[in-house]
């Protein structure tokens, strides 16, 4: 597919942080976890434009119009010595999808990933989810079925880090 004169990615800015709250919101919706999301502006605004950033997010627009989003950040590998970009969420409207513009989103991350000299590129989905399956398959992507992720948060989290040690199973 042509990239289109319609598309434009660009880097997200301070100035965007509602912008990113609702499509945040649209993404939790779609993804049935709505009641998951606890950020607020503020909260976005310092994890994402403090002093110490945790993730980047760039915005994809079509015929100006903000209609997606991609947020990600580096992580590493220890087998191949060098970090890597992992894609945290990446969301195009409904009325978007289709237009190439969550490929455009794609390909600047990759593109993105190799000028930082990333060793790989890398994301989840959710397996009920077949239509960013099938499109992540068609761009060559290779799921990684072997693996489980596993994730402490809320009570299971305080808990762990309340521990003076970890006895054995």
Wanted: hydrophobic share 40%.
């Amino acid at each position: 597919m042509k990239e289109s004169a319609d598309i434009r990615i660009e880097t997200a800015t301070e100035s965007d942080v509602p912008l990113i709250v609702s499509l945040i919101k649209e993404l939790a919706a779609y993804e049935r976890l709505s009641d998951e999301v606890v950020m607020t502006e503020e909260l976005l605004r310092t994890s994402l434009f403090g002093k110490c950033p945790s993730a980047e997010v760039i915005i994809g627009h079509y015929k100006e119009t903000p209609v997606g989003f991609a947020v990600f950040f580096h992580n590493f590998s220890t087998f191949l010595g060098r970090r890597g970009l992992y894609l945290e969420d990446l969301f195009v409207r409904q009325e978007a999808r289709g237009k190439g513009v969550g490929r455009a989103l794609l390909l600047y991350l990759a593109r993105l990933a190799k000028e930082r000299q990333c060793g790989r590129f890398e994301w989840a989905v959710l397996d009920w989810n077949e239509p960013a399956t099938n499109f992540y398959k068609s761009l060559g992507a290779t799921p990684m079925n072997e693996w489980t992720i596993f994730r402490l948060t809320g009570d299971a989290l305080d808990r762990l880090a309340a521990r003076e040690t970890i006895s054995p199973s």
